[in-house]
């Protein structure tokens, strides 16, 4: 598997979501949804549109099996305030157009990523970036890595700051800012 990286760039971010939100609104949601919650792909994917209409996520995580419960950022509650109209509360948030109120794949979310990556000539791109970029932001914006690391529900906060690419990004500065 390869090593993906957040997206750093709240610029980049932007130009991403305004490039799915033309190309197609279930895959704008997709990323707005990753961004903003820091549930990993195989979390998401099966969320419902009853699952919209709170303020908060209430999931068993399937990677772990641990339950988890997380409010939702007032931003994704607006998206999806919006996203969800004349929807029903069965019907899949991010339904694949094959089958009948199917999810879209994890190869699909992957490929809707690599196309918006590629528009802004991002690399390391895939679905957990979606979750990574969530984590960076917030630890740039809190700087609270015990908070994240629970968030995250990860055993280290070393592991974390690595994860989120703080470590990455100490080390290009220093080589930026190296002298002799």
């Not at 090593?3 to 610029?11: G, N, T, Y």
């Not at 195989?42 to 068993?60: G, N």
């Not at 802004?120 to 979750?131: A, C, E, K, P, S």
Request: proline share 3%; aromatic share 10%; hydrophobic share 35%.
């Amino acid at each position: 598997m390869n090593f993906v990286q957040p997206i750093r760039d709240p610029e980049v971010i932007r130009e991403v979501k305004r490039y799915l939100k033309e190309q197609n609104e279930r895959n704008y949601m997709l990323f707005v949804t990753g961004i903003n919650s820091g549930l990993r792909i195989s979390d998401i994917l099966p969320l419902r549109v009853s699952d919209a209409k709170k303020s908060y996520f209430k999931i068993t995580e399937i990677k772990t099996k641990k339950d988890k419960y997380l409010d939702m950022t007032p931003q994704l509650q607006k998206e999806f305030k919006k996203y969800i109209e004349g929807k029903e509360d069965h019907e899949f948030l991010f339904k694949s157009r094959e089958g009948i109120n199917k999810p879209i794949g994890r190869s699909m979310a992957y490929k809707i990523l690599r196309n918006a990556a590629s528009h802004v000539n991002l690399i390391d791109i895939g679905t957990h970036t979606l979750r990574k970029t969530f984590g960076y932001h917030l630890y740039k914006q809190t700087g609270d890595v015990a908070l994240l690391q629970k968030i995250l529900n990860h055993s280290d906060p070393a592991f974390t700051l690595r994860y989120i690419g703080i470590d990455q990004d100490a080390m290009n500065k220093a080589i930026k800012e190296f002298k002799i």
